[in-house]
């Protein structure tokens, strides 16, 4: 059964492509279109299935009420395409910042609802798409007043993909993903340089051995999707930064000071934490 008549993707990389092979293989959608800026990787997500043609941007204008428009971009880009869209179509983001981006699509009265599945690598582009990606993954949903009428039809399709739909207010889901996503993005990248600056790449790689590896594993996601994100959220993130950067001080005047008991207590407060995470 068909809930829309032409579904949209526009970036088609590893979450919209992921959307995309689930929009076309349960035949969600008549028509999957997918606009990019890359021919390649456009020519990929066509031959894996992700969508079925490349579309381009003057399309949009065109879009009604039944049809559905994925951003997928980086999140400063989100409001670029807002410009180009009419109150007619559904509009979703999968972005991991929600303020500035809701804000704007309730300012142009779009039928906007941002959402943002928690779900994904640090892989790249339309070959690392996943239909079953989504599958036990949460799927934020943070609606406004105006999108209300729409939030059914959206729970229901975050649901039909095996996600776990939480609705969060907005200015909430700032802060939290603040603190449990981008401020470990920052520090996998800010670690990983700084031990750039203490062992020499490639000739000491053969060092390096699981927990650095697991420690910067997300320092591999893409450059242009987490500068965006850092700047789009950044009243959030620096506060994240500042209480950080105030345990690493601590951490290294313990160290400095060279006594086990206060630094035993330390290490075993952070271990406690980290083993009370749901498994």
């Known amino acids: 059964m068909k809930k829309f008549n032409k579904a949209v993707i526009i970036g088609v990389g590893q979450i919209g492509a992921s959307l995309g092979l689930n929009l076309t ?3 969600m959608a008549r028509e999957v279109i997918g606009i990019g800026r890359n021919p390649k990787n456009l020519r990929e997500a066509i031959r894996t299935g992700a ?9 949009l204008s065109l879009l009604g009420k039944n049809d559905l428009v994925i951003l997928a971009t980086p999140v400063r880009a989100i409001v670029d395409y807002f410009k180009k869209l009419s109150n007619k179509p559904l509009v979703i983001d999968v972005g991991s910042t929600k303020g500035g981006i809701v804000r704007e699509g309730k300012r142009r009265s779009l ?17 690392a798409g996943d239909k079953n990606v989504f599958r036990g993954n949460l799927c934020i949903v943070t609606p406004t007043k105006a999108s ?14 095996g996600a776990k739909v939480v609705v969060m207010e907005v200015h909430r889901h700032d802060q939290i993903f603040a603190a449990v996503s981008h401020l470990p993005h920052a520090a996998a990248f800010g670690l990983m340089t700084a031990v750039a600056r203490l062992v020499r790449f490639p000739r000491d790689a053969q060092f390096i051995f699981s927990s650095l590896k697991g420690m910067t594993r997300i320092a591999a996601s893409p450059a242009e999707m987490w500068c965006d994100i850092f700047l789009e959220n950044r009243n959030s993130i620096l506060v994240g930064l500042g209480h950080f950067l105030l345990e690493l001080k601590r951490l290294k005047t313990l ?12 290490i075993e407060k952070a271990r406690k934490i980290r083993l009370g995470f749901p498994k």
């Open 25 to 27: 293989g349960r035949r």
């Open 51 to 59: 969508i079925h043609r490349v579309g381009n941007v003057g399309e």
């Open 111 to 127: 039928r906007f609802i941002g959402c943002h599945p928690i779900a994904g690598t640090e892989k790249a582009g339309a070959s």
């Open 148 to 161: 209300n009428s729409d939030v059914r039809k959206i729970e229901a399709f975050w649901k039909s993909l």
């Open 255 to 266: 160290i400095a000071a060279g006594e086990s008991r206060p630094l035993l207590r330390y």
